[in-house]
Protein backbone atom coordinates (compact mmCIF):
# COMPACT_ATOMS: atom_id res chain seq x y z
CA UNK A 1 0.00 0.00 0.00
CA UNK A 2 1.07 4.05 0.17
CA UNK A 3 2.27 5.63 3.00
CA UNK A 4 -0.05 8.60 3.61
CA UNK A 5 0.16 10.50 6.78
CA UNK A 6 -1.94 13.35 7.75
CA UNK A 7 -3.23 14.15 11.23
CA UNK A 8 -6.31 13.06 12.72
CA UNK A 9 -7.95 15.91 14.09
CA UNK A 10 -6.89 19.60 14.45
CA UNK A 11 -8.99 22.93 15.90
CA UNK A 12 -8.61 26.35 15.03
CA UNK A 13 -10.95 29.21 15.46
CA UNK A 14 -13.23 31.09 13.06
CA UNK A 15 -11.12 33.72 11.13
CA UNK A 16 -7.56 32.44 11.68
CA UNK A 17 -5.38 30.37 9.12
CA UNK A 18 -5.00 26.75 9.40
CA UNK A 19 -2.36 24.40 7.63
CA UNK A 20 -3.26 20.61 7.71
CA UNK A 21 -0.34 18.35 6.40
CA UNK A 22 -0.05 15.63 4.25
CA UNK A 23 3.16 13.64 4.02
CA UNK A 24 3.55 10.58 1.34
CA UNK A 25 6.27 7.89 0.38
CA UNK A 26 5.01 6.57 -3.29
CA UNK A 27 6.66 5.36 -6.34
CA UNK A 28 5.43 6.57 -8.97
CA UNK A 29 4.02 9.97 -7.81
CA UNK A 30 1.71 11.75 -10.42
CA UNK A 31 -0.31 14.24 -8.23
CA UNK A 32 -2.03 15.17 -4.91
CA UNK A 33 -5.22 15.51 -4.32
CA UNK A 34 -7.32 17.57 -1.03
CA UNK A 35 -11.03 16.66 -0.67
CA UNK A 36 -13.06 17.92 1.78
CA UNK A 37 -16.17 15.75 3.21
CA UNK A 38 -18.32 16.98 5.65
CA UNK A 39 -20.36 14.76 8.17
CA UNK A 40 -22.69 12.50 6.85
CA UNK A 41 -21.92 14.14 2.86
CA UNK A 42 -19.48 13.08 -0.47
CA UNK A 43 -16.46 14.23 -0.91
CA UNK A 44 -15.67 17.24 -3.11
CA UNK A 45 -12.84 18.06 -4.80
CA UNK A 46 -11.00 20.89 -3.94
CA UNK A 47 -7.44 20.99 -5.50
CA UNK A 48 -4.78 18.92 -7.41
CA UNK A 49 -0.96 19.60 -7.35
CA UNK A 50 1.32 17.44 -9.90
CA UNK A 51 4.31 20.37 -9.95
CA UNK A 52 6.22 21.83 -7.18
CA UNK A 53 4.38 24.99 -5.70
CA UNK A 54 1.80 26.59 -4.29
CA UNK A 55 -1.81 26.55 -5.85
CA UNK A 56 -4.26 29.45 -4.59
CA UNK A 57 -7.82 29.08 -4.91
CA UNK A 58 -9.60 31.44 -3.21
CA UNK A 59 -9.52 31.22 0.67
CA UNK A 60 -7.78 27.71 -0.35
CA UNK A 61 -4.63 27.14 -0.96
CA UNK A 62 -2.46 24.20 -1.47
CA UNK A 63 1.25 23.63 -1.69
CA UNK A 64 3.48 20.71 -2.88
CA UNK A 65 6.96 19.41 -2.68
CA UNK A 66 7.75 16.46 -4.73
CA UNK A 67 11.45 15.90 -3.24
CA UNK A 68 10.33 16.39 0.18
CA UNK A 69 6.99 13.61 -0.23
CA UNK A 70 4.93 16.90 1.42
CA UNK A 71 1.99 18.54 0.67
CA UNK A 72 -0.32 20.78 2.60
CA UNK A 73 -4.10 22.75 2.76
CA UNK A 74 -4.06 25.91 4.12
CA UNK A 75 -7.49 27.46 4.86
CA UNK A 76 -7.26 31.49 5.21
CA UNK A 77 -10.51 33.29 7.09
CA UNK A 78 -11.83 30.42 8.90
CA UNK A 79 -15.82 29.82 8.83
CA UNK A 80 -17.97 27.62 10.93
CA UNK A 81 -18.69 26.47 7.47
CA UNK A 82 -15.40 24.90 6.76
CA UNK A 83 -15.47 22.21 9.33
CA UNK A 84 -15.29 18.88 8.11
CA UNK A 85 -12.66 16.34 7.29
CA UNK A 86 -9.83 17.38 4.54
CA UNK A 87 -8.58 14.04 2.66
CA UNK A 88 -5.57 14.01 0.60
CA UNK A 89 -4.94 11.22 -1.90
CA UNK A 90 -1.80 10.05 -4.22
CA UNK A 91 -2.93 9.50 -7.80
CA UNK A 92 0.25 7.04 -9.34
CA UNK A 93 1.70 6.94 -12.78
CA UNK A 94 -1.42 6.41 -15.20
CA UNK A 95 -3.64 5.29 -12.48
CA UNK A 96 -7.23 6.36 -12.28
CA UNK A 97 -7.47 5.23 -9.15
CA UNK A 98 -6.18 7.22 -6.14
CA UNK A 99 -4.95 6.39 -2.65
CA UNK A 100 -6.25 8.45 0.18
CA UNK A 101 -5.11 9.18 3.77
CA UNK A 102 -7.49 8.72 6.70
CA UNK A 103 -8.50 12.70 6.46
CA UNK A 104 -7.81 15.11 9.05
CA UNK A 105 -11.42 16.14 11.20
CA UNK A 106 -10.75 20.11 11.41
CA UNK A 107 -13.16 21.95 13.92
CA UNK A 108 -13.99 25.55 14.36
CA UNK A 109 -14.62 27.26 16.83
CA UNK A 110 -16.12 30.65 17.35
CA UNK B 1 -22.32 19.48 -12.69
CA UNK B 2 -21.67 16.04 -12.53
CA UNK B 3 -24.52 14.28 -10.71
CA UNK B 4 -23.33 10.59 -9.16
CA UNK B 5 -26.32 8.81 -7.81
CA UNK B 6 -26.45 6.08 -5.31
CA UNK B 7 -29.53 3.46 -4.50
CA UNK B 8 -29.79 4.03 -1.34
CA UNK B 9 -28.82 6.10 1.80
CA UNK B 10 -29.33 3.87 4.48
CA UNK B 11 -29.30 -0.10 4.46
CA UNK B 12 -29.90 -2.54 6.58
CA UNK B 13 -29.47 -6.41 5.91
CA UNK B 14 -29.38 -9.19 7.41
CA UNK B 15 -26.08 -11.93 7.91
CA UNK B 16 -26.04 -13.98 4.37
CA UNK B 17 -27.82 -11.81 2.60
CA UNK B 18 -27.00 -10.72 -0.97
CA UNK B 19 -26.95 -7.37 -1.04
CA UNK B 20 -26.31 -4.90 -4.10
CA UNK B 21 -25.58 -1.31 -4.02
CA UNK B 22 -25.81 0.33 -7.31
CA UNK B 23 -24.33 3.59 -8.50
CA UNK B 24 -25.18 6.00 -11.84
CA UNK B 25 -23.55 8.68 -12.74
CA UNK B 26 -24.68 10.60 -15.92
CA UNK B 27 -21.22 12.24 -17.30
CA UNK B 28 -20.85 9.58 -19.62
CA UNK B 29 -17.23 8.88 -17.40
CA UNK B 30 -15.17 5.67 -17.81
CA UNK B 31 -14.36 5.10 -15.01
CA UNK B 32 -16.08 4.16 -11.99
CA UNK B 33 -15.16 3.44 -8.50
CA UNK B 34 -16.07 1.85 -4.88
CA UNK B 35 -14.53 2.52 -2.36
CA UNK B 36 -15.75 1.99 1.31
CA UNK B 37 -15.20 4.56 4.34
CA UNK B 38 -14.48 3.28 8.15
CA UNK B 39 -13.32 5.92 11.29
CA UNK B 40 -9.64 6.09 11.26
CA UNK B 41 -9.07 4.04 8.51
CA UNK B 42 -10.26 6.25 5.52
CA UNK B 43 -11.30 5.24 1.95
CA UNK B 44 -10.05 2.07 0.72
CA UNK B 45 -11.01 0.85 -2.98
CA UNK B 46 -12.76 -2.18 -3.37
CA UNK B 47 -13.21 -2.05 -7.35
CA UNK B 48 -12.82 -0.09 -10.24
CA UNK B 49 -13.93 -0.30 -13.92
CA UNK B 50 -12.15 1.23 -16.33
CA UNK B 51 -15.30 0.19 -19.63
CA UNK B 52 -18.13 -1.40 -19.36
CA UNK B 53 -17.78 -5.14 -18.77
CA UNK B 54 -14.13 -4.04 -17.79
CA UNK B 55 -13.25 -4.14 -13.72
CA UNK B 56 -9.98 -4.29 -11.20
CA UNK B 57 -9.73 -5.48 -7.91
CA UNK B 58 -8.70 -2.60 -5.38
CA UNK B 59 -7.59 -2.98 -2.08
CA UNK B 60 -9.97 -4.87 -0.37
CA UNK B 61 -11.98 -6.80 -2.89
CA UNK B 62 -12.96 -9.99 -0.51
CA UNK B 63 -16.50 -11.12 -0.05
CA UNK B 64 -17.58 -8.16 -3.00
CA UNK B 65 -18.18 -8.54 -6.52
CA UNK B 66 -18.93 -6.14 -9.05
CA UNK B 67 -21.14 -5.82 -12.35
CA UNK B 68 -20.92 -2.84 -15.05
CA UNK B 69 -23.17 -3.63 -17.97
CA UNK B 70 -23.93 -0.35 -18.75
CA UNK B 71 -21.50 2.82 -19.27
CA UNK B 72 -23.35 4.98 -16.31
CA UNK B 73 -24.34 2.10 -13.99
CA UNK B 74 -21.70 0.08 -11.59
CA UNK B 75 -23.36 -2.02 -8.82
CA UNK B 76 -21.18 -3.59 -6.07
CA UNK B 77 -22.36 -6.71 -4.60
CA UNK B 78 -22.56 -8.47 -1.32
CA UNK B 79 -22.53 -12.18 -2.38
CA UNK B 80 -23.11 -12.90 1.98
CA UNK B 81 -23.05 -10.11 3.84
CA UNK B 82 -21.18 -10.31 7.37
CA UNK B 83 -20.92 -7.79 9.91
CA UNK B 84 -17.55 -6.54 9.38
CA UNK B 85 -18.67 -5.16 5.96
CA UNK B 86 -21.13 -2.81 7.89
CA UNK B 87 -19.87 0.51 6.80
CA UNK B 88 -20.20 3.87 4.58
CA UNK B 89 -19.86 2.93 0.90
CA UNK B 90 -18.81 5.84 -2.14
CA UNK B 91 -19.20 5.42 -5.68
CA UNK B 92 -17.25 7.55 -7.55
CA UNK B 93 -16.42 8.14 -11.23
CA UNK B 94 -14.38 10.22 -13.80
CA UNK B 95 -13.31 10.47 -16.90
CA UNK B 96 -10.53 9.85 -18.91
CA UNK B 97 -7.63 12.45 -18.67
CA UNK B 98 -7.73 16.18 -17.29
CA UNK B 99 -9.22 16.85 -15.18
CA UNK B 100 -8.75 13.96 -12.84
CA UNK B 101 -10.56 14.43 -10.10
CA UNK B 102 -12.96 11.55 -8.95
CA UNK B 103 -16.82 12.65 -8.54
CA UNK B 104 -18.43 10.97 -5.78
CA UNK B 105 -21.91 10.20 -4.84
CA UNK B 106 -23.35 10.38 -1.45
CA UNK B 107 -22.94 7.14 -0.30
CA UNK B 108 -24.74 4.72 1.42
CA UNK B 109 -24.17 3.58 4.90
CA UNK B 110 -24.88 -0.38 5.07
CA UNK B 111 -25.52 -1.91 9.18
CA UNK B 112 -25.32 -5.85 8.66
CA UNK B 113 -27.26 -7.09 11.54
Known amino acids: GQNIDQPTEMTATEGAIVQINCTYQ??????LFWYQQHAGEAPTFLSY????GLEEKGRFSSFLSRSKGYSYLLLKELQMKDSASYLC???????????FGTGTRLTVIP | DVKVTQSSRYLVKRTGEKVFLECVQD?????MFWYRQDPGLGLRLIYF???????EKGDIPEGYSVSREKKERFSLILESASTNQTSMYLC????????????FGPGTRLTVT
Open chain 2, 27 to 31: MDHEN
Open chain 1, 49 to 52: NVLD
Open chain 1, 89 to 99: AVRKGGANNLF
Open chain 2, 49 to 55: SYDVKMK
Open chain 2, 92 to 103: ASKGTGTPYEQY
Open chain 1, 26 to 31: TSGFNG
